[in-house]
């Protein structure tokens, strides 16, 4: 009996390695990219199009009285915003991998992937392209400074390939043995319905003299510098007047940077495991003054007078588990000195204004202190705006202007006590 229960699971065995091995062809339905070379791609004549409506608002940055908006790896609108109330939509550039801007003297200065573009935006509604600096950046640290979003859904670009340009959809046969699994991956064909290609469409076709980026922002330019943060450096650009900047140089920050933000001639960067200052003595060089570490979580930073303000935040691009706002003192820019830690939901970006601090704490909306007591802030919330899932602020001239998956919400805290919204301009 023990013997032919031997041969009965033997044969079973031999039958399933048999089918295992057995050829069979297996169909499927991808999306498949649709590449332009490098060399075309660099070619083509960006111009003003007619305004678009908001689909993935990412980065905001004003300048005197415009607002740009980053679409999220698309391009960018421009909005006359000399009335908060009633902002005016001018123009959108399709800027394909776009992921952040800064301003100064009239000349705009966008990220295209790897590439550094700069336009003369005197007249902000007809910004004209003056040069595109080539490979200004590391390709190899792209996908990991999109834009430091959680949830920027593409890639877009293949070194060897070019850019994709479109997708469409394809039935891909193949050979198969047994339960050989499909590489949905291969040459970045995917399955129907993973989300690949969400932001294809639009990639077909193709007061003062600096302005102001929100807390969330890897692009800035002080006195004749621009800044542009990656994972492991901060590239200067020396501006120049001829609206082509020269790259200075390349200074090492580590590999986890985040954000960056300026103050009293300092760079403070927000990285996943704490707060680092670089001075500006040399401007062309930032160097390396000192930091302050936390867990790791994502941190963006804002600064005032000799207090960081810096929020800590869990989620899957940010790994850690804290959710916290962090008051710092800085009267020793040598030695930054941890003040008090405040328990939040998810927060995001934030703003400071006199003792007025807002707090985008993600899905939990916006949240407006009074901060004029370093120890007892949470004690002070003096508005909340729930119901909407917010990202990044930027106050200025007691107007807030806040993106968030819903828009960009303006609002009026001349009376912090009684903030009024001016405007939504709406995700569509």
Not at 13 to 25: E, H, M, Q, V
Request: net charge negative; with cysteine; charged share 15%.
């Amino acid at each position: 009996m023990k013997n032919n229960s031997l041969l009965l699971i033997m044969a079973i065995a031999l039958g399933a390695l048999s089918s295992c091995n057995d050829k069979f062809t297996e169909s499927y339905t991808a999306n498949v990219p649709e590449y332009m070379n490098l060399d075309d791609w660099r070619a083509m004549d960006i111009a003003a199009e007619n305004p678009r409506d908001l689909s993935e608002p990412g980065k905001i940055y004003i300048y005197q009285d415009y607002l740009f908006i980053v679409e999220r790896g698309v391009g960018v609108h421009i909005l006359n915003n000399a009335n908060p109330a009633a902002p005016q939509n001018l123009a959108f550039l399709t800027i394909p991998g776009c992921v952040d801007l800064a301003v100064f003297n009239n000349a705009l200065y966008v990220d295209s992937y790897y590439d550094l573009l700069s336009f003369d935006i005197s007249d902000p509604a007809q910004p004209d392209l003056q040069c595109r600096i080539a490979d200004a950046f590391d390709f190899d640290n792209w996908t990991l400074i999109k834009g430091y979003q959680d949830d920027l859904p593409f890639t877009g670009i293949d070194p060897a390939k070019g850019v994709i340009v479109s997708w469409s959809q394809k039935e891909i046969s193949r050979d198969a043995v047994g339960y050989e699994s499909i590489n949905f991956n291969n040459d970045f064909e995917t399955a129907i319905g993973t989300g690949m290609g969400a932001i294809n469409d639009a990639a077909v076709n193709i007061g003062s003299s600096t302005g102001i980026g929100g807390s969330m922002a890897q692009f800035t330019v002080t006195g004749n510098f621009l800044y542009v943060l990656r994972p492991a450096s901060i590239t200067s650009f020396n501006l120049g007047s001829d609206l082509c900047p020269q790259q200075s140089s390349v200074t090492p920050v580590g590999w986890n940077a985040e954000t960056i933000f300026p103050y009293n001639n300092h760079l403070f960067l927000g990285t996943s495991s704490g707060m680092m200052i670089f001075n500006l003595n040399n401007p062309s060089t930032p160097e390396y003054v000192s930091a302050i570490s936390h867990l790791t979580a994502c941190d963006p930073v804002v600064v005032q007078d000799n207090r960081a303000y810096v929020t800590v935040r869990s989620g899957t691009a940010c790994q850690g588990f804290i959710n916290q706002l962090m008051v710092i003192d800085i009267s020793d820019y040598n030695a930054p000195a941890l003040l008090a830690e405040y328990n939040l939901t998810n927060p995001h970006g934030l703003g400071i204004d006199g003792n007025t601090l807002f707090i985008c704490d993600g899905s939990a909306g916006l949240k407006v202190f009074d901060a004029a007591d370093d120890m007892t802030i949470t004690d002070h919330l003096i508005s909340h705006y729930q119901q909407i899932n917010t990202f990044d602020v930027i106050p200025y001239n007691d107007v807030l202007i806040m993106s968030a998956k819903e828009g960009i919400y303006q609002y009026d805290y001349s009376d912090p006590l009684n903030i009024e919204e001016l405007s939504l301009i709406p995700v569509n």
